[in-house]
């Protein structure tokens, strides 16, 4: 009887302790990421990537006694509508100022902004007029040109929640943890040199393999010679004999 007990008593430890360890092990079982109260330590999760809806605009300045687009605007109206092509989700808008000293310039300077875009390729129904009458009278009033797009954004910079030196009431600081501020000036530039946005949630498709040079790479290795491709005129762009 004494025995019995006795061996309950034990497998009874060991229970526990092994229920101890068990729960040990699951605690350090984490996924590695160390959150400062709701503020995460990584970085990229700190101030993420966001794809939202965005806007593309240029200005045109239009002075009163001259009607019609300059060759430096031409060019800017031609590069919205290829970009307009490639990244627009909607109308190009385009506000026309009335009521105003040069509003007649800007008439003219807007039937040319339509022809313009209808040569680059956007629809003459994709193409909006919006009139408005300038709150600032002393100000130029201009034609804007501005149409949506999908982008990247990260942000906004420069948040200080907390102060980065020693502090009895951030004692965070003693733990050695990055500040808040930390790596969004990264993230936001990379958010601005991303061409597509969508490359962040999805790998473009692949095209096509060049057939043509593969496969006289591949003859080259079936007859054993060499599958280096050779220049002419290499030989020009050397500065030095030396070697040969």
Not at 78 to 100: L, M, Y
Request: with cysteine.
């Amino acid at each position: 009887m004494t025995k019995t007990m006795g061996d309950r008593r034990r497998n009874l430890k060991i229970a526990l302790t092994l229920t101890g360890l068990s729960v040990m092990l699951g605690a350090c079982n984490t996924s590695g990421e160390i959150v400062t109260q709701t503020v995460p330590t990584d970085y990229r999760q700190r101030h993420p990537i966001a794809v939202q809806e965005g806007k593309r605009s240029i200005v045109i300045f239009v002075g009163k006694s001259r009607g019609g687009l300059s060759a430096e605007q031409g060019a800017d109206v031609a590069g919205i509508a290829r970009d307009w092509v490639r990244e627009g989700t909607g109308s190009v808008v385009v506000d026309v100022p009335v009521d105003t000293a040069n509003s007649r310039a800007a008439a003219a300077t807007y039937r040319e902004i339509r022809s313009v875009l209808a040569a680059g390729g956007v629809p003459s129904r994709a193409i909006v007029q919006h009139p408005y009458r300038p709150e600032d009278p002393g100000l130029l009033p201009t034609i804007r040109l501005s149409y949506s797009k999908i982008s990247a954004v990260a942000g906004p910079c420069g948040l200080w929640p907390e102060d980065v030196g020693p502090n009895i009431l951030n004692p965070d600081y003693s733990e050695n943890r990055p500040y808040f501020n930390l790596g969004c000036a990264s993230q936001r530039n990379l958010a601005a040199m991303i061409d597509n946005p969508a490359d962040l949630e999805q790998p473009r498709g692949e095209t096509p393999a060049y057939t043509a040079r593969r496969n006289i790479a591949f003859d080259r290795y079936r007859k054993g010679s060499t599958t280096a491709t050779s220049y002419p005129e290499a030989d020009k762009a050397k500065l030095s004999e030396t070697g040969k």
